[in-house]
């Protein structure tokens, strides 16, 4: 069972980072900065933070890797010192993958280690039926609650319509869905099927669509079942763009939910492109999202965070032209960065 304390903060909405991956110049773990990394979301107000999901990278699953295990243990002590400290919960995500048997180690895993939430990637299942899908699911759901998972197929993603969401969400441990189709029809598909499932009121729906982000959490979403009309809102976000300028993402999240949008529609469609533009240079749309990983990698260099781009494909770099995107980005909305807030507290985080 998920503590009753994470539970609320989920269904309350939560800024969660998709938590990138520390390598040195070896390209084997920096310790030190992957719990600096850690520290930083807590500190910035991160609900939660999501490990070995697509933005750590799924490659520390391979052999000669193996860090799948090492990251939910470093994740773990940082969240159990964070919470001693602090007395505030962290809703703690950890990806799984692969076949039914992969899934379910992974999941059992993350249990051992404290994660009270599996994201469940369904990628290798890539041409199954929806019956073989929905197996899977309750499976793994008989170890941890679950959170789906619709990946963009630009990234590995496959479709998921609306009848799998709608018996999906039926599975009783299934407690949130992250939607990241980067589709506006595939998006409503989601909602669709959890408003259609019965079990609307237990299940927290959260952007992954880090092209949208603003325009999906300020939505409110109505279907009509049964003669009912349900109402659905995506209450925060499990993000990869969010895994940098943390500090601005929780102060969003923080004013959509105290309703500062609501009176000027102008204002918010404005920071809404604004975001969106931003993820263009970090996710590198220009690239069919080739860059997105080292986009971010970047950005946490510039901030000292990390020390370099490396990653565990020695093939993935910048883009042509990315760098000099996110230098626009950079000079063309300075108030959405957290430099300073990063900058104060670094010396910190590394101790």
């Known amino acids: 069972?998920?503590?009753?304390?994470?539970?609320?903060?989920?269904?309350?909405?939560?800024?969660?980072?998709?938590?990138?991956?520390?390598?040195?110049?070896?390209?084997?773990?920096?310790?030190?900065?992957?719990?600096?990394?850690?520290?930083?979301?807590?500190?910035?107000?991160?609900?939660?933070?999501?490990?070995?999901?697509?933005?750590?990278?799924?490659?520390?699953?391979?052999?000669?890797?193996?860090?799948?295990?090492?990251?939910?243990?470093?994740?773990?002590?940082?969240?159990?010192?964070?919470?001693?400290?602090?007395?505030?919960p962290v809703i703690r995500i950890a990806g799984a993958i692969g076949r039914t048997g992969q899934a379910m180690k992974e999941a059992e895993a993350a249990a051992r280690n404290g994660f009270n939430v599996v994201l469940l990637s369904l990628v290798a299942f890539r041409d199954s039926p929806n019956r073989i899908l929905i197996k899977h699911c309750r499976e793994v759901a008989n170890i941890l609650p679950v959170m789906g998972f619709y990946l963009q197929p630009a990234v590995g993603g496959r479709i998921l319509d609306i009848n799998f969401w709608r018996e999906f969400s039926q599975i009783e441990n299934v407690i949130g869905v992250k939607i990241a189709p980067f589709n506006r029809y595939q998006t409503l598909d989601v909602v669709r099927g959890v408003a259609e499932s019965g079990r609307a009121d237990k299940i927290a729906l959260y952007t992954g669509n880090d092209d949208n982000i603003l325009v999906d959490l300020l939505t409110e979403y109505t279907t009509i079942h049964n003669d009912n009309i349900i109402r659905k809102r995506i209450v925060g976000g499990l993000l990869g763009h969010w895994a940098v300028w943390t500090l601005s993402a929780v102060k969003l999240l923080e004013n959509v939910q105290k309703g500062s949008y609501e009176k000027d529609v102008n204002r918010a469609l404005i920071l809404a492109s604004q975001i969106t533009d931003c993820n263009s240079a970090f996710f590198d749309t220009a690239n069919n999202f080739k860059g997105c990983i080292v986009g971010l990698h970047e950005v946490l260099r510039r901030q000292g965070l990390f020390k370099g781009l490396w990653t565990l494909d020695r093939n993935e770099k910048l883009s042509p032209g990315q760098k000099k995107e996110i230098d626009r980005v950079y000079s063309a909305y300075p108030e959405l960065n957290d430099d300073e807030f990063v900058a104060e507290n670094l010396h910190k985080w590394l101790s």
Do not use: C
Request: charged share 25%; glycine share 6%; net charge positive.
């Open 1 to 88: 069972m998920i503590p009753e304390d994470v539970r609320i903060a989920l269904n309350k909405g939560a800024v969660i980072p998709a938590l990138p991956l520390a390598l040195n110049s070896s390209r084997r773990l920096d310790e030190r900065r992957q719990r600096a990394l850690i520290r930083y979301y807590l500190d910035a107000g991160a609900g939660g933070i999501a490990v070995a999901v697509h933005t750590t990278q799924f490659a520390i699953r391979l052999p000669g890797v193996n860090l799948f295990i090492p990251l939910l243990e470093i994740a773990r002590e940082e969240f159990d010192m964070f919470s001693m400290q602090t007395r505030k």
